[in-house]
């Protein structure tokens, strides 16, 4: 008999099952390999929604692999957090499934069966990190996740293979220090579960090996979110990968690493190391606002959309990872951290996908390239305007959200200063997304010979483009009449978090 | 200070190496060299994690009533499993890497690194 608690189990198994099952079938016919990746992601999206319902309302499902007990076996654990992150990574999934169908009969056309039963593993391998409990299966996840998306990104062939390389070198050091770390902690332990590990760790605060341990799980995890100083892989893997898959990079899969790294700070170190032992998050909130500096300086340089676009992913890191360093010293704990990895989906997988748009018609990369874009397509460019406009923070959008929530945090802690930067990287947003809007919409006069014939997207392309257009405002007006209060209360409750120290 | 590092010599063993790997695969320019180094460097966290798992004395983990009779005293199998899984990530990663590797000669007709960006830069960031 099936019951929600085997749930977090399947959605993995059913997406390893049907990247084989593509491969068999696509092998017979091209066609059938992106309808089974569809109906994977829909039924795996419907049975996450199920699972957070549960989760709510009954509580925390752990489910034991081979009914060995948790120190022996591997434990599945799904708590609130999990299960708001696996709906998250689902839906954007869902929607890239559905817009790679065009796009990559366009893109891609001899290479369909092998790009959907990746994509299926991409989704296991993102699936597996956000259910797992067991630290050494979040790692072997990480890497299921990490190394189908060097071979995607890699697909379009000339300069992604480059792109893809750098990651790879950059992805596997992240992940061999994120392996050290649980050798670390094993060595002292000789346990691999969270929970488990979360009680044995704690009279062993002072140690110097835990502490090692934390330093190498922050700074592998740190490659592959691409926070500041490491995101030199970032702009190039997402500019040159094929649209859903930046979209999915973008929105999700540094998401996910975050995700791991707020589990294992979390989690398995608790809120009394980090705040009494390894007092590492301030340097994180500097960090992360030189990152929003950074990026969106090195946006404006960009005359390519993608790769700004890719930019601004580094900023958004600083966005997040923000709300995770002042997560500790408010009452609002990892609320605005978790509410701008949903709304960073949102807004970047719109985003990413209205470029790819561009690309799929006229091969458009470049901005100046964009003139009259406005008139010839446009239901894109609509979609393309509220999604700047979130990005830029005009109420009630996501992004306006994400930044109110961040300078209420700020000045709970006492840092104005964030509060300044946050207003500097907003009009440094509103300078180069503006750019565009401008070269869509209002450069046309001089040299309508320039002009590219267009017209609109097919249907199916431009339907996941308008859903995530119209949920910027949407989910913005849903945060603020404040519908997920009691998921983000549970998050915080669960860690300790949103009592002031 | 001679007594710590002949006695705790398995560990000076994997940062060595380990910092060779590093060292390869931030310097080298040849792409060849540079998954070399990641394979060093990722095969010196095995050794580590093996070593971990060694007891002095210790025998192969295999439990019968003969073995418990006679007292015999095991190493810890688990880093050995963790491993064995960890080594086929590290194959993986490497299968990916060598066939990226493969692609980009066919394109560029060089694996040195230097050339690659060379070649890019005279094409123009055009992504086509």
Known sequence: ?501 | MIDLILAKYNYWTFIILMLIGFYAMIAKENLIKKVIGLSIFQTAIFLFYISLGDVIGGTAPIVSDETISKGYIYVNPLPHVLILTAIVVAVATLAVALALIIRMYEEYGTIEEEEIVKIERERGITCQ
């Open chain 1, 1 to 501: 008999m099936l019951s929600i608690e085997q749930f977090p189990l399947l959605i993995v198994v059913i997406s390893l099952l049907s990247a084989f099952t593509i491969l068999i079938l696509g092998w017979l016919n091209e066609k059938f390999s992106c309808y089974i990746s569809i109906a994977t992601v829909l039924l795996q999206f419907i049975m996450s929604i199920l699972v957070l319902n549960h989760v709510l309302t009954v509580g925390t499902i752990h489910y034991w692999l081979g009914g060995w007990k948790p120190p022996w076996g591997i434990e599945y654990a799904v708590d609130a957090m999990n299960a708001y992150m696996l709906v998250t990574l689902l839906f954007l999934g869902l929607l890239c499934a559905v817009y790679s169908k065009k796009n990559i009969e366009h893109e891609l056309p001899r290479k369909r069966v092998s790009f959907y039963t990746i994509y299926q593993l991409l989704i296991t391998g993102l699936c597996g990190v956000v259910v797992t409990g067991d630290i050494f299966n979040m790692f072997v996840f990480i890497e299921i996740m990490s190394i189908s998306s060097y071979a995607l990104i890699a697909s379009r062939g000339k300069i992604a293979l480059k792109a893809s390389f750098t990651y790879l070198i950059m992805g596997s050091i992240g992940a061999c220090f994120f392996l050290l770390g649980i050798g670390f902690l094993y060595s002292v332990t000789g346990s691999l579960n969270m929970h488990d590990l979360s009680i044995l760790l704690s009279p062993l605060y002072g140690n110097k090996v835990v502490q090692a341990a934390f330093v190498f799980f922050i700074v592998g995890l740190s490659i592959k979110m691409a926070l500041f100083p490491l995101h030199t892989w970032l702009p190039d893997a997402h500019a040159f990968a094929p649209a859903e898959i930046s979209a999915m990079l973008s929105g999700i899969i540094i998401a996910v690493s975050t995700y791991a790294f707020i589990r294992v700070a979390f989690s398995v170190f608790t809120l009394k190391f980090i705040m009494m032992y390894l007092p590492i998050f301030d340097i994180i909130c500097w960090v992360s606002i030189i990152a929003m500096l950074y990026g969106s300086v090195l946006a404006i340089t960009q005359t390519n959309l993608k790769r700004m676009l890719a930019y601004s992913s580094v900023a958004n890191m600083g966005y997040i990872m923000l709300g995770v360093g002042l997560s500790t010293s408010t009452t609002m704990g990892l609320t605005p951290a978790l509410m701008h990895i949903l709304n960073h989906a949102v807004m970047k997988g719109c985003l990413f996908m209205v470029a790819g748009a561009f690309i799929y018609k006229a091969d458009l990369w470049d901005i100046e390239d964009f003139r009259g874009l406005g008139r010839k397509m446009p239901y894109t460019t609509f979609a393309f305007i509220l999604a700047a406009l979130a990005m830029i923070g005009m109420p009630p959008s996501v992004g306006f959200v994400t930044k109110l929530y961040l300078i209420i945090a700020c000045m709970e802690a006492d840092q104005f200063i964030f509060v300044v930067a946050i207003f500097v990287s907003t009009l440094l947003i509103v300078y180069y997304f503006w750019r565009v809007i401008e070269y869509m919409y209002i450069r046309v006069g001089d040299g309508d010979d320039k002009e590219v014939e267009v017209d609109e997207v097919p249907t199916s392309m431009l339907i996941p483009i308008l859903i995530l257009g119209v949920l910027c405002f949407v989910i913005g007006i849903i945060w603020l009449i404040d519908i997920p209060l009691p998921l983000m209360d549970a998050v915080n409750s669960l860690f300790g978090l949103g009592v002031m120290p």
